[in-house]
């Protein structure tokens, strides 16, 4: 089945870790996305991981997944205050369908 | 590189009327999904076109319909507008494991 969750808010200092966390139930996804949305704007893609991955660094950017679990989590460290949008996780079912969660909006406060 | 491009960025329709949006992908990309986005029910996938074929389809009536040409742009059409169908449409460009998304039509029904 389709059904990807997340935690619907996040507040952090700037400058501290932001930890957002995604749930999955699809064993068979193959890829697991995050995208980041601005208010009035389309997604953002930040990264991906493939499935049979377990870790991804690119910058301030680490994504951690446990598939075992189907957890998903995306840290953005040193949180800066244009780090202040939605954050959706995402898994590809087949071809290239996404299925998206809720969203958490984070807020980055001084 | 250019990114995908959507027009009209804005539409204001009446209900009963139809409507047709325009998505053109990054050049070279093949695949064009069509999600909507509303507060209620998220992102929500419309379809998926893949060289002028649709090879994914989503839980949405009849009414909403898409076709892809032969240079990759794609369309999207909604009839008999319903004042449930506000939202904003966002069109993805794929070429293999990433999915890029365009800034969106915001669609209001009055």
């Known amino acids: 089945g389709e059904d990807v969750e997340q935690s619907l808010f996040l507040s952090v200092r700037e400058g501290d870790s932001s930890v957002i966390n995604c749930t999955y139930t699809d064993s068979s996804s193959t890829y697991l996305y995050w995208y980041k949305q601005e208010p009035g704007a389309g997604l953002q893609l930040l990264t991906y991981i493939f499935s049979n991955m377990d870790m991804k660094q690119d910058q301030r950017l680490t994504v951690l997944l446990n598939k075992k679990d189907k957890h998903l989590s995306l840290r953005i460290a040193d949180t800066q205050t244009g780090d202040s949008a939605i954050y959706f996780c995402?898994?590809?079912?087949?071809?290239?369908?996404?299925?998206f969660g809720a969203g958490t909006t984070v807020t980055v406060r001084a | 590189k250019a990114g995908v491009t959507q027009t009209p960025r804005y539409l204001i329709k009446t209900r009963g009327q139809q409507v047709t949006l325009s998505c053109s992908p990054i050049s070279g990309h093949r695949s064009v999904s069509w999600y909507q986005q509303t507060p209620g029910q998220g992102l929500q996938f419309l379809f998926e076109y893949f060289s002028e074929t649709q090879r994914n389809k989503g839980n949405f009536p009849g009414r909403f319909s898409g076709r892809q040409f032969s240079n990759s742009r794609s369309e999207m059409n909604v009839s008999t507008l319903e004042l449930g169908d506000s939202a904003l449409y966002l069109c993805a460009s794929s070429l293999d494991t990433e999915a890029f998304f365009g800034q969106g039509t915001r669609l209001t029904v009055v």
């Open positions: 995402a898994e590809r079912l087949n071809d290239y369908k996404l299925s």
